[in-house]
């Protein structure tokens, strides 16, 4: 499984953007997709994640303000983050997990996002 993220960019802070994540080769095998981010000079962190039958959870930074989207068919996952802060700032990867797979996951190589005014 490959992915390719996208959609990042430079927002000011109360405005929105949407991420997307498309999966490649051998698809059918991906169970969750979730979205990660890393800020300079901080872990790794859950943002949200979405199951194949669409149950999704949440990072409590994104709780209220961020949707996790699947489109199976189309073998994506999108994220709209709303009302984004500076904090927000970071670069946001794509994971999708999968029994098929090494370590039981692949990541994207990840999208900048920059919160600032």
């Known amino acids: 499984v490959q992915l390719q993220a996208s959609g990042g960019g430079l927002v000011q802070p109360g405005g929105s953007l949407r991420l997307s994540c498309v999966a490649s080769?051998?698809?059918?095998?991906?169970?969750?997709m979730a979205w990660f981010r890393q800020a300079p000079g901080k872990q790794r962190e859950l943002v949200a994640a979405?199951?194949?039958?669409?149950?999704?959870q949440y990072g409590d930074s994104a709780k209220g303000r961020f949707t996790i989207t699947r489109d199976s068919a189309a073998n994506s996952a999108y994220l709209q983050m709303s009302n984004l802060e500076p904090e927000d700032t970071a670069v946001y990867y794509c994971?999708?997990?999968?029994?098929?797979?090494?370590?039981?996951?692949?990541w994207g190589q990840g999208t900048l996002v920059t919160v600032s005014s």
């Open positions: 994971r999708a997990y999968s029994d098929y797979l090494v370590g039981g996951s692949s």
């Open positions: 979405i199951t194949t039958g669409g149950t999704t």
């Open positions: 080769f051998f698809t059918y095998t991906i169970d969750s």
